[in-house]
Nanobody, 119 residues
């Protein structure tokens, strides 16, 4: 079994910062990539940022320069540092880990963490 757990969401004023963390645990042979996605009410889930096992990163255009994805100090963890937050960044943020194990390779989702940015 695999668990993906996010933490660090909350309420912040516009212009503020938040740091999200994600940890994957369980039967894991390797993780090819970990990423953050978000979904605002009435919208589709969208990519925020992804980091591969090789350290390559990719960001959605609207987040580049404000958000930074990085590997955590602990194994199988990833962080998302968010600066200059805007009300339109309000959403549930989900972590996805592309994991290879006995079941093969697929993406596993966390439950999500709410980020609310007040104006």
């Amino acid at each position: 079994q695999v668990q993906v757990v996010e933490s660090g969401g909350g309420l912040v004023q516009a212009g503020g910062s938040l740091r999200l963390s994600c940890a994957a645990s369980g039967t894991i042979f390797s993780i090819n990539a970990m990423g953050w996605y978000r979904q605002a009410p009435g919208n589709q889930r969208e990519l925020v940022a992804v980091i591969t096992s090789g350290g390559s990163t990719n960001y959605a255009d609207s987040m580049a320069g404000r958000f930074t994805i990085s590997r955590g100090d602990a194994k199988n963890t990833v962080n998302l540092q968010m600066h200059s937050l805007k009300p339109e960044d309000t959403a549930v943020y989900y972590c996805n880990a592309r994991i290879r194990n006995l079941m093969g390779e697929r993406g596993y989702w966390g439950q999500g963490t709410q980020v609310t940015v007040s104006s």
